[in-house]
């Protein structure tokens, strides 16, 4: 997958983009980053990005001009998925990173100031937000919404790893507990049931655990959650009543 960013700071995506388990999809071939500065695109000849809003109010807006011709110039006719980050979008799940993930190219728009000229909408094909708060840019959501899909996209993760098998992928559950060695770490001990190698046992605690994590953490998750009879009766036991 062909991943480009269309931002005022390309500068801060270089550590993201090429360390760790980006850098290594990057080094087999899987993905390629490309930022493209949109200040270059500017025609002002203060290479202003910004003005005022029409009607008034605080805060600058971001110009239609140098993002049209940012885009146009990285699109040069050919097609991808356009992506803006901003507050305003749907909100981020695993499913949208799922299917994104499918995508041959992406396009990315990581907005500023307080907001974008409504005229670039036109570029767009969705807009994307990473929660229900405000950042001060597009640019630290860009790198969360990569991060994200790249997970699904076959060989990204080590062949042991797998998107599929985590918090959210788990029946709706968050993940459980993890330990490893020593078994005993300044007196903190790791579950008895973990060192016995009895894998059905450890297969419901693991489950159980997950089911209290979630009660704990995120109990509007367990509506949503595929839960057996006995998961049902656990949770009723630690104080869980069922949504009519
Ligand atoms: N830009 C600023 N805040 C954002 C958010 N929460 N999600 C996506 N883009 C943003």
Same mark, same amino acid.
């Given at each position: 997958m062909r991943i480009d960013v269309l931002t005022l700071f390309p500068e801060m995506f270089e550590g993201v983009f090429h360390t760790s388990m980006l850098g290594r999809a &990057?080094? $087999?071939?899987? !993905?390629?980053f490309h930022t493209h500065d949109i200040r270059e695109y500017s025609q002002n000849k203060h290479h202003?990005? *910004? *003005?005022? +809003?029409? =009607? =008034? =109010? +605080? =805060?600058?807006v971001m110009m239609a001009q140098p993002i049209f011709d940012c885009m146009e110039a990285v699109l040069n006719g050919e097609s991808a998925r356009r992506i803006l980050m901003t507050p305003r979008g749907r909100t981020l799940t695993p499913d949208m990173a799922r299917e994104l993930a499918k995508e041959e190219r992406i396009v990315i728009l990581a907005g500023h100031y307080e907001g974008l000229d409504e005229r670039i909408s036109e570029l767009i094909d969705d807009e994307i937000s990473i929660g229900d708060y405000v950042l001060t840019g597009g640019e630290l959501p860009a790198m969360v919404l990569v991060d994200c899909l790249a997970r699904f996209i076959p060989g990204v993760l080590g062949c042991s790893e797998s998107a599929e098998d985590e918090s959210f992928s788990n029946d709706g559950l968050l993940e459980y507990p993890q330990y490893t060695r020593p078994a005993d770490f300044r007196g903190r001990l790791v579950p008895e049931v973990l060192l016995n190698g009895n894998h059905a046992e450890i297969n419901k605690w693991r489950r159980q655990q997950s089911l !209290? $994590?979630?009660?704990?953490m995120r109990p509007e998750l367990l509506e949503g959650a595929r839960l057996s009879k006995s998961d049902v009766e656990f949770l009723e036991q630690h104080g869980y009543a069922?949504? &009519?």
């Open positions: &990057e080094s $087999k071939g899987i !993905l390629s202003n990005t *910004d *003005d005022y +809003a029409f =009607g =008034g =109010g +605080a =805060g600058m !209290l $994590k979630t009660l704990k069922k949504q &009519e």
